[in-house]
């Protein structure tokens, strides 16, 4: 077996696990699904966040990908300074394809929870409220934070009701269900570190509709390697403004939302 084998073999495994597990985890219609279970809580008590800037993180690693990636010791989050004044306005050229300011520079990617999520210095999250990334900018950055956060730490945890309550947009019907998944622990509190650490920051995303009170937005993240063509999994997602501040709307299709594509040109790239 050559050197290469192993190597793209994890490659395409991947690509294969992580898509698979947005797809798995996303919760739609009312209907909660997961994959892999961990027997322990894998709970710890959240030390409180400091400021941002040199303290508070741990030493930074690599995700799957070699790519950095910060440990804040909140592992909820740590929020990072912000500058208002560097958000887009909807007569910028770049309102719907600037990326958020920060999201390049060190802290702009944290492992929360085991999954990475986006932190910007421009858009949000502003805070962290009981363990809640809230306090988005109400810009086409905004809903892209604010959907990626939520997804990520919707399937890092999907047990977490309050984060299911208070920052996903759900019907009574769809609380039912979620709480009837709950009371026959069909949900893990935390998934297991071989699911999150495929949870990785996602290459680029597309902003496809925007208006105040919805945007359509897709990220792209990496996937597996076929016939010698790099492909990636977009997974198109929903944030509604509400209550002053972005929140997860499942998709009302039975569909999948996630389709392969081989190229993130005309992307935004993180």
Same mark, same amino acid.
């Given at each position: =077996?050559?050197?290469?084998?192993?190597?793209?073999?994890?490659?395409?495994?991947?690509?294969?696990?992580?898509?698979?597990?947005?797809?798995?985890?996303?919760?739609?219609?009312?209907?909660? =699904?997961?994959?892999?279970?961990?027997?322990?809580?894998?709970?710890?008590?959240?030390?409180?966040? +400091?400021?941002?800037?040199? #303290?508070?993180?741990?030493?930074? #690693?690599?995700?799957?990908?070699?790519? !950095?990636?910060?440990?804040?010791?909140?592992?909820?989050?740590?929020?990072?300074?912000?500058?208002?004044? !560097?958000?887009?306005?909807?007569?910028?050229?770049?309102?719907?394809?600037?990326?958020? #300011?920060?999201?390049?520079?060190?802290?702009?990617?944290? /492992?929360?929870?085991?999954?990475?999520? @986006?932190?910007?210095?421009?858009?949000?999250?502003?805070?962290?409220?009981?363990?809640?990334?809230?306090?988005?900018?109400?810009?086409?950055?905004?809903?892209?934070?604010?959907?990626?956060?939520?997804?990520? /730490?919707?399937?890092? /945890?999907?047990?977490? /009701?309050?984060?299911?309550?208070?920052?996903?947009?759900?019907?009574?019907?769809?609380?039912?269900?979620?709480?009837?998944?709950?009371?026959?622990?069909?949900?893990?509190?935390?998934? @297991?570190?071989?699911?999150?650490?495929?949870?990785?920051?996602?290459?680029?995303?597309?902003?496809?509709?925007?208006?105040?009170?919805?945007?359509? +937005?897709?990220?792209?993240?990496?996937? @597996?390697?076929?016939?010698?063509?790099?492909?990636?999994?977009?997974?198109?997602?929903?944030?509604?403004?509400?209550?002053?501040?972005? !929140?997860?709307?499942?998709?009302?299709?039975?569909?999948?939302?996630?389709?392969?594509?081989?190229?993130?040109?005309?992307?935004?790239?993180?």
């Amino acid at each position: =077996m050559s050197q290469k084998e192993p190597y793209a073999r994890e490659r395409v495994s991947f690509g294969v696990i992580a898509s698979a597990a947005l797809l798995a985890l996303i919760i739609v219609v009312g209907v909660v =699904m997961y994959i892999g279970r961990d027997d322990s809580d894998g709970e710890a008590a959240a030390p409180v966040a +400091v400021a941002a800037g040199g #303290e508070g993180f741990a030493a930074p #690693e690599l995700d799957i990908l070699g790519r !950095r990636v910060d440990i804040p010791n909140n592992p909820a989050g740590q929020p990072l300074s912000q500058d208002p004044a !560097r958000q887009r306005k909807a007569t910028d050229i770049d309102w719907l394809s600037a990326a958020p #300011e920060g999201t390049r520079s060190p802290f702009g990617w944290q /492992r929360v929870y085991g999954a990475s999520v @986006p932190f910007s210095t421009s858009d949000g999250p502003t805070r962290i409220e009981d363990g809640l990334a809230v306090g988005y900018s109400h810009t086409p950055q905004g809903a892209v934070l604010a959907a990626a956060q939520i997804t990520y /730490r919707i399937n890092a /945890r999907p047990a977490d /009701r309050d984060l299911y309550l208070r920052q996903v947009r759900v019907s009574a019907q769809q609380i039912t269900a979620y709480d009837k998944a709950l009371g026959e622990d069909r949900l893990p509190k935390q998934q @297991p570190e071989r699911i999150t650490r495929y949870f990785v920051a996602s290459d680029a995303f597309k902003v496809e509709n925007y208006a105040d009170d919805l945007a359509i +937005v897709r990220l792209a993240s990496r996937g @597996p390697v076929v016939d010698g063509k790099q492909l990636w999994a977009a997974l198109r997602l929903v944030v509604v403004w509400d209550a002053g501040d972005w !929140r997860l709307k499942p998709s009302a299709s039975n569909g999948s939302q996630t389709e392969y594509i081989e190229s993130i040109e005309g992307w935004t790239a993180w």
